[in-house]
């Protein structure tokens, strides 16, 4: 492989805040983003609990569970992580600090818009010590014929992400492909805006379980049998989208930038997070030249 081309790491000029009531449990929740050195990569910082314990957002800390991406560390959790790490891995912001005042992140429209628009805001800056990349050399395959993630080496220096959403036959959710190279222009402009979405049979489930008692469909894609409730797409293929977006916030738990094309078919968080653990873990080639300042 020829030598790779590496950036160097970056955090966010100044301090910004979004805030909004958590999908699950309707509590009210603010984030405050923070300039951090160095290799401090992304910490969450649970400001309301004793000690102010802070939990590495690094695959060995996911928990799994259903329908979202939970971390676990020094006895305190923070869920529903996965929008505001996909913001993070997609504006290539790799220092921070996020500090928290309840558990469960905002789910605000249900994309990472509005967490985008803060970073943005917050302005980018170019720290002086280079990123380190996880290079695929050879193919990684995750899960069967039906749902699966492969990971392939690329022709260029970037990271390639395709989703393929499929719910089969007569689901009113449309099937979908998305894909894109990974720039911070490409996930502001086409994919940090796609909304979090489910079908009315599942959200009524969820409701008589009472979860997500508060969440109506103005806060998220609710599917019927004829399409979106009371709502719009904001993209035809807005659903596969933002699969992408979530395969985005799950891979960031890799830790590093990766070099490579990942096509997820059908996947959700758990097999996800898997793959970013299995990169995470994979020895890395160390062939890099960092860019003239």
């Not at 970073?119 to 990349?133: D, G, P, S, Y």
């Not at 969820?206 to 109506?216: F, I, N, P, R």
Request: proline fraction near 5%.
């Amino acid at each position: 492989m020829p030598m790779q081309t590496v950036r160097f790491q970056n955090t966010i000029r100044h301090s910004c805040h979004v805030h909004g009531r958590g999908y699950w449990s309707g509590q009210p929740i603010q984030l405050t983003f923070l300039p951090a050195e160095t290799d401090t990569g992304i910490r969450f910082v649970r400001t309301d609990l004793p000690g102010r314990p802070q939990i590495r957002a690094v695959s060995e800390n996911r928990i799994e569970m259903p329908l979202r991406t939970r971390l676990h560390q020094n006895n305190a959790e923070v869920d529903m992580v996965e929008h505001v790490m996909a913001a993070l891995y997609g504006m290539r912001i790799d220092n921070c600090l996020v500090e928290c005042d309840a558990s469960e992140m905002p789910g605000l429209d249900g994309s990472a818009h509005a967490v985008t628009l803060a970073l943005q805001n917050a302005q980018v800056e170019r720290q002086h010590k280079a990123r380190e990349t996880r290079i695929i050399e050879e193919p990684i395959r995750l899960g069967d014929q039906r749902q699966w993630l492969v990971a392939m080496p690329a022709d260029d220096h970037r990271l390639h992400v395709e989703y393929r959403l499929d719910f089969g036959p007569n689901q009113s959710i449309p099937s979908g492909i998305a894909a894109c190279a990974l720039t911070p222009r490409n996930f502001a402009e086409h994919i940090s805006a796609a909304r979090t979405f489910i079908s009315s049979k599942d959200a009524q489930m969820l409701k008589e379980k009472g979860l997500a008692s508060h969440v109506t469909d103005r806060d998220l894609i609710v599917f019927g049998e004829e399409g979106p409730i009371n709502n719009t797409l904001r993209y035809p293929d807005e659903c596969a989208r933002h699969k992408l977006l979530d395969l985005v916030g799950d891979l960031a738990l890799c830790g590093y930038d990766i070099c490579g094309r990942i096509i997820a078919c059908r996947t959700g968080h758990a097999a996800n997070g898997r793959l970013a653990e299995k990169i995470r873990t994979t020895k890395p080639k160390i062939n890099i030249a960092v860019k003239a300042a």
